[in-house]
């Protein structure tokens, strides 16, 4: 997603196995770092995590922002 110097970034559902860019399960938002526009569906998010996803560092940063966790 995005284009040459203009980063924009999909937040998905993934298993481990599965390459970066490969096949996802669920997309649950986006983050558009140059306007701060971050649009995640939370409850979405929240089930996943209660269903033992495992978020990474920068996940688990934005979906603290948008306040779908703690």
């Known amino acids: 997603m995005g284009s040459k110097k203009r980063p ?3 937040m998905v559902v993934a298993d481990e196995r599965a390459p970066r ?11 558009d770092p140059l306007t701060k526009d971050l649009k995640l ?3 979405k998010a ?3 995590i209660g269903n033992g996803a495992q978020p990474t560092d ?5 979906l603290k922002k948008s306040g779908a966790i703690n």
């Open 58 to 62: 920068t996940a688990r940063a934005l």
């Open 41 to 43: 569906d939370n409850e």
């Open 46 to 48: 929240q089930s996943w």
């Open 21 to 31: 860019d490969g096949r996802y399960i669920e997309e649950l938002g986006y983050y």
């Open 8 to 10: 924009f970034y999909r």
